[in-house]
């Protein structure tokens, strides 16, 4: 699961020794309100608002441009960050820590949040404690909220899709919108999911390696669990039934 991976924390727990034997190099003239705690600007390149960079390590050896208020926490909130960070962005302990895509207003809220995250970010996504840690895809607004929702996603997420604890961790395949909604709704799916589909609990979790889940399909409660597909639009819609899926491959 996603609060499992915690190798980002090791490294930098040890590159935190190393700032603690560094002078101080912070920038010269810093925004107002910005580069406040320990080592917050050390070796950062990147262009600064007001009231960016809060916290220890907060944007150390930063090359991004952070927007007023984001990359706040209490240590290396963008730590060896490389990506754009909207306004209000990037909150919380190690939140967009080596991230490298552009984070949108409001986004990437949370403990790792984006950390190590490649893909680009819209407004409000990716909101949660390893909610899109070490994703690869690009994710529209308001997607991946929850605990980590987006962990490990190499698809594209459409808006307000992926909502949920782990409701899109390790997918593989594109989502479209309003999709994947609920705890483990699309975790670990291989194919693509069209609009308004796979919504519930477990609904398309290990689906779709053989083909495609079609629009508005799949919704309830392990309802298309483990089943490879393709599935047509509108089908295998409903509760469980006896405890088992409509549409669940045992």
Known sequence: ?????????????????????????????????????????????????????????????NAGSINRDACHGDFGACAFNTGAVGVGACQGIHACEANHGTVAKGACVGELACGGNTGAVGEGACVGDDACAENAGQISKHACR???????????????????????????????????????????TQGNVSAESCNGAFACLNAGSAGAIGTGACNGN????????????????????????????P
């Open 1 to 61: 699961m996603a609060h499992q991976s915690r190798a980002l924390i090791a490294l930098v727990l040890t590159i935190g020794l190393v700032v603690l034997l560094l002078p101080s190099g912070a920038l010269a003239a810093p925004p107002a309100g910005s580069c406040i705690g320990a080592s917050a600007c050390e070796g950062n390149t990147g262009s600064l608002q007001t009231n960016a960079c809060v916290g220890p390590s907060a944007c150390f050896f």
């Open 146 to 188: 929850d605990d980590g929702a987006c962990f490990k996603n190499n698809g594209t997420v459409g808006e307000n899709s992926c909502v949920g604890r782990s409701a899109c961790e390790v997918n593989q395949g594109n989502v479209a919108k309003n999709s994947c909604r609920d705890a483990a709704a699309c975790e670990s």
């Open 222 to 249: 392990r309802a298309c669990l483990n089943n490879p597909g393709p599935i047509a639009a509108f089908t295998c819609n409903g509760p469980p039934v006896g405890g088992v899926g409509v549409c669940e491959i």
